[in-house]
């Protein structure tokens, strides 16, 4: 025979109502964040901005130049020593603007990425290959902010790749 108190059921009640409630508490605000994360194809982004073709042509321009450069320089020298410091510095003078390219391109694919995120309500953004599951992706958004930013129109080929 069991005895029961009376009183020791409604605790038992207000306790697992206590629990439910900062169970639910603590569970919503994740499942309400988890709709705030976005992410880009940020590899596409790069490729796809609207300077792309132009920076990368004038990166060639300088790469012909700076070789035209070591060339001449080259044929005063006498020792295999000092072609070899000559290659090694104009190496490192194309390293330095070819990181200026892309430092430039990567700034401005950021503050977008930013811009658009922060109008659509979303706090965290992922590149797309650490998304397993859920999230919003924002490549095409932030494709036409950044096309809209030069006052064009994202190109068809480009359209195309989005669907």
Same mark, same amino acid.
């Given at each position: 025979?069991? $005895? +029961?108190? +009376?009183?020791?059921?409604? %605790? ?11 169970? !639910? ?5 994740? $499942?309400?964040? =988890? ?11 790069? /490729? ?5 073709? =132009? ?6 321009? =300088?790469?012909?130049? %700076? ?19 000559? $290659?090694?510095? /104009? ?8 990181? +200026? ?12 990425? +930013?811009?658009?995120?922060? =109008? ?17 992706? %924002?490549?095409?958004?932030? !494709?036409?902010?950044? /096309?809209?930013? /030069? ?13």
């Amino acid at each position: 025979m069991t $005895v +029961k108190f +009376k009183g020791v059921s409604s %605790l038992r009640r207000q306790t697992l109502g206590i629990m439910l409630v900062l169970l !639910i508490a603590l569970v919503v605000p994740h $499942v309400a964040s =988890a709709s705030t994360i976005g992410y880009v194809d940020f590899e596409f982004l790069f /490729y796809a901005h609207p300077e792309y073709d =132009a920076k990368n042509a004038d990166l060639q321009v =300088a790469a012909e130049e %700076l070789y035209l450069e070591i060339e001449a320089k080259a044929e005063a020298l006498e020792t295999q020593e000092e072609i070899d410091a000559l $290659v090694a510095s /104009y190496e490192i003078q194309f390293e330095q603007i070819e990181q +200026k390219v892309r430092l430039d391109l990567v700034t401005f694919i950021l503050d977008v990425i +930013k811009t658009v995120a922060e =109008a659509q309500g979303i706090e965290t953004v992922l590149p797309e290959s650490s998304v397993i599951y859920g999230g919003v992706n %924002l490549t095409a958004p932030v !494709i036409e902010s950044m /096309y809209g930013s /030069y006052g064009i129109s994202v190109p068809s080929s480009i359209r195309e790749l989005l669907q």
